[in-house]
Every structure is written in C-alpha cells, then in structure tokens.
C-alpha cells in the first residue's frame, strides 16, 4: 500500500525552512533587478539565486514540493482574487487599457516584426474589448477561489500557466517598447479615399512609404511607423496610482508577473499530487486566505475585497456540500462564483466603480491633484575611454571632481567616449494634467454659455476696439485692433476705412474653466464623453436640477467632447439651452465613466458625482451636500 502524499515530506520543520529561503531568494533576485538597486544588483542576484538553487534542491530532497505548491497556492489564489476584484470594480476603465493594446501601432507591432506579417491587426478585437475585460476578470477570482481549494487543480494549473505567459508577454512588451524603433506597417485604401492620393504622393519623396500594389479600386501600402508604446500595462487599473500615489512602472509590472508564473510553475508541477482540500484543510485555508487578502487590501486601501473574497470561498464550499449531484461539484462552486463577479461588474458598469481610485473622486481637492506631480531630477554623465587598457570612467558633468581631473587635456592616455543622462528623481505627472481643460473657443461663445459670469467677464476681455478695412480689389473687409491700426498705411486708391467696430482680441482665442473650477464657491457640471451614445433619458431631471440651480445662482454647465454642431442638435433636440464646453475624450473617460454623469464641487473639492441612473433631485442635493 501507497503512503500517502502530504506537505509534510521527509521534515516539515527542514520543508518550511527551504520555502522560507526559496522566497528569501526569489525576494532579493527581483530586488537586484529593480532599479533602485542598480549598484547592487549582481550581489542581490547572486546571493538570492543561490538560496533559490540550494533551497529547490532541499525542497527534492526532502520531497516539499507539494508545501511549496501549497504556500504557491495561498499566494497566487489571494492575490488573483484581489487582482480581479480590481479589476472588476471598474472593467471600463480596463477596457480602455486593452484597446490601447489593441490598437495597430501596439501590440501587434510585434507579430508584425517577428514574423514580416505587416498587414496583421489587432484592431477588431477593440469592439470586444468590454466583453474580454469582464470576461479576464471573471477568470481572474474563479481561477483564485479553485486553486485554494484544490478543485480541478490539473485544468486551474493549465490555466492559470496560459494566463500568466498571456500577462507576462504584455508586460514584456510594455518594459521593452521603444517608441524609437520603426516597423513596417501595411495599410489598404481605397482609390476614392483622400488618403490614397496623399500616399501615393508622399512614397514620391518619403523613403518609409512603398506602394505595394495599385488598382483601379485599392492601394497597398507599407509604411515605417513608430510603435505606439504603453507606459503602463493596466494590471491594477488606477488602485496603485489612488493608493500609494503612483503605479508600477513597466519593468516592475514585468517582474511581478515573473513572480507569479514562478510560483504558479511550483503549482503546475505539484499538480497531480494536489487533492482537493478536506474540512480541516479549508479551516486553514480560510484562515490564511483572510490574511492574504487582507494584506493587499490593506496596500490597496480597499477592504471590500477581504468580504468578497470570504463569501466567495465560503458560498463554494457551502455549494460543494448541498448542491446535490448536478452542482455539488467545482464546477457548480465556479458558476455561483462567477455569478458573483457578474453581479459586481454588471452593477459597476451600470453605475460607477464601487472603490474609486480616480484623481476625480468625491472628496478629491482638485488643486492638489493638478500640483502633485514631482519634478524629476537628471544628471549628466561623461564617459572617458582610456586609449591603452580600455578602461571608462564616468564623470558628473558639474562636479568639481571632473573640473580637478582635467581629463580632458590628457589626450594621449583618455579620449572622451560618449554622454548619457542618469535619472535620479523620475518625474511624475501631476494626477491630473492639462488634458483636464474644459474650455470653449470664442467664436463658439453663445447665449448660454455668456449666461455665465465667468464668461461674460472673459468675453469684457475679448472683445477689443477695432477697425473694419475694406480692401476694394478683393472685395472683402476684415478687423484690424485700434491699437495695431495706423491710418498712413493704407492708400485710400485700394482701401476704405469703414469705422470702428468692437471685435475679438485676436490673442485671445478661447476661454477656459480649469481655474474656475478651483475658485468657484459651488458648480454643477454634467460629463458626457460621447452625446451621440449618451443616455438623457432623464433629461427632464437635468432641466429641473438647471432650473433650481440658475434660480439659486449656482452655475450648471455640461462638458463634452462633441463637436458645435453636435452640441447644437443635442441641445435642439432636448429643448435645453445649457451651456456647454470641450475637453478631451480620454481626460472625460478618466473623470466619468457613466455617460452622462454630475458633478458637484465646492471650491475646487468634488463633493459628489452621480450617474445619470442614479441622479438625485436639486432638493436632495441641497440638503445632503450644499448644506
């Protein structure tokens, strides 16, 4: 008779030991390659490395592979289900982030590159991007509830091995794009579009542009484009950034997912030997899942994970006991689990993220967002070659010991090499940018919006004394500022002065509300990121709430990044004259993700924001948030 596989092995005092120095190890290996350990790094790699080795060869010897897997699982399981339930608190926002991968220039610049197939695109799984959100964070927290409770381990090992290569691969991508490096890209026309007749033109003098082939009704064309490079992979969505002020850089992302996969590999190859847990088995699993959990959730500054995670957990084992025969198994625990993540992201994407980690939160101080950036700080280095051993040093370029060394008069011994820049202090954008400017050119200054005092001051500005020339041999007139006008100038044979008129500054080209959203005692503002997809179903209660406002002398005005023209047919067809302003798409898809959504702020701190499903009554935000 077989002796039975437990985690205990040959010692479980000696087992313990090796995974305490094989995580040790595994800790200073990714240390040595952080760059903040650049000085250090093949001291850190050497000494973590070997405690890796002589700790998996302990771990052989005394038959631990199936604690290490379990320590593997524990890990990997917690963190799957915190890193999904990221996720899925706002799958919009990582759709957003996968069609940026999927756009021509990004990821499938590589397929382009390594295997000369320039015409391969990505670009129609954009329309899907939602679906593979949800879908990737449903796979996430299922994966994560199996793999700690041992269910279909042999199928979650496989899966949870594609997964991360999937992850890892992007990550690699996005640690190693340079956005200097050229590809060769191949795009079709057809000979009616605009566009053909341009490109046809520029191959004539732009050596990165071929036509391939030509006819009557298309044209080929290869072009040497720029990769469009990721700074950030999107593996937290914006929690990193909302809770410890910045995200993982690229290479960091990398070697959290090389983690990942090494101890997800510990798991892939315990995986015949791994039983589904018993009762006293998920005692402590419960137990230890709890503190996991709870330890990301406590670096994320969100707790809902830690009960998710639980009831998710316990549901399962509860279905796995009274789900009779069809449920009573791992695949009814998986479809009541994904149920659960339906529910949550269904809900999430219906209203708004239930955890928001965007720099547009209720209770944001927008100035602080708008100046918490970090200046970065550089150095120039010199680098001299010695012409006999070869040897380089480095020198700082305003130090006073490469002002002393005078190396650079030592010509028949050191020749100067090359110059490179070291970053010291990386620079940090502000959480919010200038891409946060709503703003309306003043050509397109209406009624509703001169309603407002802050346009109706700036417009006092625009405008300007003027004079109207006539010029008689083109028959047309134009304005001339007062100030710029010199009557000597113009020979009365050719031109006729017509008088004064009053007419915009012509250094004043727009008006803006960045800083007035900052000083502004109250202000109502609605976002609409898209009015043609917009939902206004309820824009009878948007014209009360405008109503209520106007007569209590708070501003309203909506922010959106359609054109004046479809501005102008949305407020025809609803039969409301609101004011309305510009800004970017994607700085609008940062601050809502509801379309249309409101916005209270109260000098310069978000007060409340509402999706237009659940938006509330001018009365009940006159009680709960103006009062």
């Known amino acids: 008779m077989s002796k039975k596989v437990t985690i205990q092995g040959q010692s479980l005092v000696f087992n313990a030991l090796f995974i305490l120095v094989n995580l040790a190890g595994l800790t200073l290996v990714t240390m040595g390659f952080h760059d903040a350990f650049e000085n250090s790094k093949w001291f850190y790699v050497g000494i973590g490395g070997a405690l890796m080795l002589v700790s998996i060869i302990g771990l052989i010897i005394f038959k631990g592979r199936l604690f290490m897997s379990l320590i593997s699982r524990y890990l990997v399981g917690g963190l799957f289900i915190v890193s999904g339930l990221i996720k899925a608190n706002d799958p919009l926002g990582f759709s957003y982030k996968l069609e940026e991968y999927f756009e021509d220039g990004a990821l499938a610049f590589r397929i382009k590159e390594w295997f000369g197939a320039p015409g391969f695109s990505l670009e129609f799984f954009i329309e899907w991007a939602l679906v593979l959100s949800v879908l990737i964070c449903v796979a996430e927290i299922v994966l994560g509830v199996l793999v700690l409770l041992g269910g279909k381990i042999r199928l979650v090992s496989w899966l949870m091995i594609l997964m991360m290569v999937f992850f890892t691969f992007l990550t690699w991508h996005t640690a190693n794009c340079d956005a200097d490096k050229k590809f060769r890209d191949r795009d079709t026309y057809a000979m009616n579009d605009p566009l053909a007749e341009i490109k046809i033109k520029e191959a004539k003098e732009n050596p990165d542009i071929t036509i391939v082939s030509k006819t009557s009704t298309e044209l080929v064309v290869d072009e040497m484009k720029q990769p469009q490079c990721v700074s950030d992979c999107g593996c937290f969505g914006d929690a990193m950034k909302g809770s410890v002020g910045r995200s993982l850089t690229p290479k960091e992302s990398l070697w959290k997912d090389i983690v990942l996969v090494y101890l997800v590999i510990w798991i892939f190859v315990a995986r015949f030997k791994i039983q589904p847990n018993t009762r006293e088995e998920n005692i402590y699993m419960l137990a230890v899942s709890a503190v996991i959990i709870s330890f990301f959730s406590y670096i994320f500054g969100w707790y809902f994970p830690i009960l998710f995670g639980l009831v998710a957990l316990l549901v399962s084992l509860w279905i796995l006991r009274a789900g009779g025969r069809f449920l009573g198994n791992y695949l009814g625990a998986s479809l009541l689990v994904s149920a659960m993540c339906f529910g949550l992201t269904s809900y999430v994407l219906l209203f708004e993220p239930i955890k928001d980690y965007r720099p547009y939160a209720v209770g944001s101080n927008l100035k602080e967002k708008m100046n918490d950036g970090i200046e970065g700080k550089y150095m120039n280095l010199l680098v001299y070659k010695n012409l006999k051993t070869g040897e380089k040093k480095e020198f700082d370029a305003n130090s006073p010991e490469y002002m002393d060394s005078k190396i650079w008069e030592q010509t028949e011994v050191w020749a100067y090499d090359t110059m490179w820049t070291k970053e010291i202090i990386p620079t940090r954008l502000p959480s919010i940018t200038t891409q946060f400017n709503p703003m309306i050119p003043i050509a397109d200054v209406g009624e509703a919006e001169r309603e407002l005092s802050v346009v109706s001051e700036q417009m006092?500005?625009?405008?300007?004394?003027?004079?109207?020339?006539?010029?008689?041999?083109?028959?047309?007139?134009?304005?001339?500022?007062?100030?710029?006008?010199?009557?000597?100038?113009?020979?009365?044979?050719?031109?006729?002065?017509?008088?004064?008129?009053?007419?915009?500054?012509?250094?004043?080209?727009?008006?803006?509300?960045?800083?007035?959203?900052?000083?502004?005692?109250?202000?109502?503002?609605?976002?609409?990121?898209?009015?043609?997809?917009?939902?206004?179903?309820?824009?009878?209660?948007?014209?009360?709430?405008?109503?209520?406002?106007?007569?209590?002398?708070?501003?309203?005005?909506?922010?959106?990044?359609?054109?004046?023209?479809?501005?102008?047919?949305?407020?025809?067809?609803?039969?409301?004259?609101?004011?309305?302003?510009?800004?970017?798409?994607?700085?609008?898809?940062?601050?809502?993700?509801?379309?249309?959504?409101?916005?209270?702020?109260?000098?310069?701190?978000?007060?409340?924001?509402?999706?237009?499903?659940?938006?509330?009554?001018?009365?009940?935000?006159?009680?709960?948030?103006?009062?």
Request: aromatic share 12%; glycine share 2%; proline share 5%.
């Open 460 to 627: 006092k500005i625009a405008e300007v004394p003027g004079i109207e020339v006539w010029d008689k041999s083109s028959q047309t007139s134009y304005q001339i500022p007062e100030s710029e006008f010199n009557e000597a100038d113009y020979d009365t044979a050719s031109y006729e002065i017509r008088g004064k008129v009053s007419m915009l500054n012509p250094e004043l080209s727009e008006i803006s509300l960045r800083e007035y959203f900052l000083q502004a005692e109250t202000i109502f503002a609605v976002f609409s990121k898209d009015l043609k997809q917009a939902n206004f179903d309820k824009i009878e209660a948007y014209k009360a709430i405008y109503k209520e406002a106007k007569a209590h002398g708070i501003p309203m005005f909506m922010i959106c990044s359609s054109s004046r023209d479809e501005v102008n047919a949305w407020r025809a067809k609803n039969d409301f004259q609101l004011p309305v302003f510009i800004n970017d798409e994607t700085e609008l898809k940062a601050i809502a993700r509801s379309n249309p959504s409101l916005m209270v702020v109260r000098k310069g701190v978000v007060k409340g924001k509402y999706p237009f499903r659940s938006l509330p009554t001018y009365q009940w935000l006159d009680k709960h948030i103006l009062k």
